[in-house]
């Protein structure tokens, strides 16, 4: 009997982990439907909590998708997404812009955040492609969001972008630019949104070519990555090189320099970058602008101090790295699961969206 | 019976005429069919292949007067044909093209001529909104003898527009500028002291109607010394007015950021408030010059620089574009708003 009880009070307590833990993260968000000027930079959170940045509103949503179970999404090829997009929204995949693509982890659904047209009224939109392949619009009608207005420290609006969203536990950070003043602002943000969390600290981010010469240096992208048990920030900064820093360091003081890890390498621009593990190591996946994916050796990060001498030639320095030819014209690029990616590319036969094996 | 003679009615002069599909007030209107069950829309441009594989379009079908419409979620596209399918029915429909004011390029920035070999940032102007996307296509910098130089930009994907799309802002890649990282050591930076630019917007840039933007728009560029050190608005000139219908001048010794000046620097009365008037950029965005609304009236005032302030080479008040760790500055300058008093006289 004894036993039992046991048993019971364990499996009740089992129950109500989840529920609390879904009431947590939906705690402070309310029904409505999002306004989006922008959908741009998004990230999933637990429990299929989805950030989106809206950048013109300088505002980032948590929207509960409500899509928390596994979806079964294994294979997916869709030729022309841009198309089918765009056949969706009522116009051509010309007038359509695919601003980042997430995949849901809880689910395995792929999202996109969409400008429907490309003047300054286009609208915003998410579009959701699941195991079956259908691209399909994720409602935003009286959905629980809620929201936090990102501090714009000038006196009038500066036009600020957010150029890459990452969550990781329980925190969001925000990487951007603005079309003005030259700075390289991360934030982070405690999920969920409040009053008592506030707005974000937020950092200036600095590159220190060779300990020498210090610029301010704005993030492309990034991915928490921990490293000896402290959650790391990977990044690429606009100048090219990888870098790590210690999320410690952004929240003291207003100056966070990177650790240069890897140069990538010049006439080059990363666009996403995910880790994943391979035969028991650990490799980043980045996707470039001109020069295709590159998969990134991982091991020895934690050892790597900073590059401190000039590369000259055409040579990289600090962890290394090969080129995926098979993934060239990859413009976004995700997670699907342990062994498979999800990107969208750019070839010759036009814009796909795509399942592909983790190399 | 009443009923089913009503009905009778209406469907017998529909039985006659063939039914239609046309667009009318952002909504396509289909006569002659009875029920909306299944009708779906597509956009019919492209291959067959491209029209068959493009989910219908979102949107509500409803009745009303016997005709059915169709009301898309999102704006039917100019210039481009739909195709209507239903009750054993195929229509296409075309949306016109509306003739629209082309945009033109009205400013590049700086306006300056000659420009500091780092400088960082261009603004590119119109007088009406642009489409974002491919931007990057569509700008170059040429030397002198016409080739172009391979990637001068940062291209970042959202693009850095204003709200209303109609200022674009392009930086130099700062990998060409900043020293001894890759892309300057392997490439060299953009510019070079001495050389003649051009930077180049294409009239082939489509503009939201789809139409190319018309004829190329270059301004030249003839590049000067680095200038690497950080703003000190300590050594700016401030020219007071020497009467109170005179402007105020003030001369930077460079030239600065004209978006960030616009909102970071400012004219404070005695009264400790903003003094309203109007100013403009002078010796090509080296200086400024301001007129209050109303008359000076004597007392002591405040040009108040705010620590945002850049040059177009992105130095800020205090604080170099990029800092030589090894060489610290000789003169620090702190990084914060500062006042520069100036007297109007009786």
Not at chain 1, 188 to 212: C, D, L, M, W
Not at chain 2, 6 to 33: E, F, N, W
Not at chain 2, 210 to 217: M, Q
């Amino acid at each position: 009997m004894f036993n039992r009880l046991h048993l019971l009070s364990a499996l009740a307590a089992l129950a109500i982990v989840p529920a609390a833990l879904a009431d947590d993260l939906t705690a402070g968000m309310k029904k409505g439907s999002p306004s989006l000027k922008q959908a741009g930079a998004l990230a999933f959170g637990p429990e299929g909590v989805l950030f989106v940045a809206d950048a013109p509103s300088s505002t980032i949503y948590a929207v509960a998708t409500g899509d928390t179970k596994p979806a079964d999404v294994k294979s997916v090829s869709i030729a022309k997404i841009d198309e089918v997009i765009g056949g969706l929204l009522g116009t051509t995949g010309s007038d359509i812009i695919v601003n980042d693509m997430k995949v849901n982890p809880a689910s395995g659904n792929i999202y996109m955040s969409i400008a429907r047209g490309k003047g300054p009224s286009a609208a915003a939109t998410i579009v959701k492609v699941g195991a079956d392949g259908k691209a399909a619009e994720m409602p935003l009608k009286d959905v629980m969001f809620s929201s936090v207005k990102l501090d714009n420290a000038s006196k009038q609006p500066r036009n600020p972008t957010i150029t890459s969203l990452v969550f990781h536990k329980g925190e969001l950070y925000v990487a951007g630019m603005t079309t003005e003043e030259w700075e390289s602002n991360l934030k982070t943000i405690a999920f969920p949104f409040s009053e008592s969390n506030g707005k974000g600290a937020g950092v200036q981010i600095y590159h220190g070519a060779h300990g020498r010469f210090e610029t301010q240096a704005p993030i492309q992208t990034f991915m928490a990555y921990d490293i000896a048990g402290q959650t790391h920030l990977l990044a690429s900064y606009t100048c090219t090189p990888l870098v790590k820093f210690p999320v410690a360091e952004i929240k003291k003081g207003d100056k966070v320099k990177g650790t240069t890890v890897a140069e990538l390498g010049n006439m080059n621009r990363p666009l996403d970058i995910i880790a994943y593990k391979k035969d028991g190591k650990d490799y980043a996946l980045i996707a470039n602008s001109a020069r295709g994916v590159m998969k990134v050796g991982l091991e020895g990060v934690d050892k790597i101090e900073a590059i401190s001498t000039p590369i000259k030639g055409g040579g990289t320095a600090g962890l290394k790295y090969d080129k995926v030819e098979t993934l060239a014209g990859t413009t976004q690029l995700d997670k699907l699961n342990d062994t498979t990616a999800v990107v969208i590319r750019k070839t010759d036969k036009g814009t796909s969206l795509e399942t592909v094996a983790l190399p | 019976m009443s009923r089913t003679l009503l009905v009778l009615l209406i469907v017998a002069p529909l039985a006659t005429a063939a039914p239609t599909a046309q667009v009318a007030d952002g909504k396509i209107v289909v006569t002659g069919l009875l029920s909306t069950k299944a009708m779906t829309v597509v956009v019919a441009e492209g291959t067959d292949a491209d029209v068959a594989a493009r989910p219908p379009v979102t949107g509500e079908w409803s009745s009303e007067d016997g005709k059915i419409i169709f009301t898309p979620k999102y704006p039917l596209k100019a210039g481009v044909k739909y195709r209507v399918t239903g009750g054993g029915e195929k229509f296409e429909v075309h949306v016109p093209k509306i003739a629209e004011k082309l945009p033109t390029l009205t400013h590049i920035y700086p306006t300056a001529a000659e420009l500091p070999e780092n400088v960082l940032r261009f603004y590119v102007e119109f007088d009406r909104p642009m489409p974002r996307g491919d931007v990057y296509k569509y700008v170059a910098v040429l030397k002198e003898n016409g080739d172009k130089i391979a990637q001068p930009f940062l291209e970042i994907d959202d693009e850095l527009w204003n709200a209303d799309q109609t200022r674009l802002t392009l930086l130099i890649d700062p990998g060409r500028i900043k020293k001894e990282v890759k892309p300057r050591i392997d490439l060299g930076p953009v510019f070079e002291q001495g050389k003649k630019y051009r930077l180049v917007v294409s009239g082939k840039w489509p503009t939201l109607s789809g139409e190319p933007l018309g004829k190329d728009v270059s301004k030249s560029i003839t590049v000067g010394a680095a200038v690497t050190e950080a703003l000190d608005p300590k050594v700016w000139r401030v020219t007071s007015p020497s009467d109170p219908k005179q402007t105020l001048t003030v001369s930077f010794g460079r030239p600065m950021d004209l978006p960030v000046l616009t909102r970071n620097l400012s004219v404070i009365g005695p009264d400790g408030q903003a003094v309203v008037g109007t100013w403009q950029p002078t010796d090509q965005d080296r200086g400024w010059s301001f007129r209050p609304a109303a008359h000076w009236s004597p007392g002591e005032y405040a040009v108040r620089a705010e620590a945002v302030l850049e040059d177009v080479c992105g130095n800020r008040v205090g604080r170099a574009f990029e800092v030589d760790l090894l060489k610290p500055a000789p003169k620090p300058i702190k990084a914060q708003a500062l006042d520069i008093p100036f007297v109007v006289g009786r």
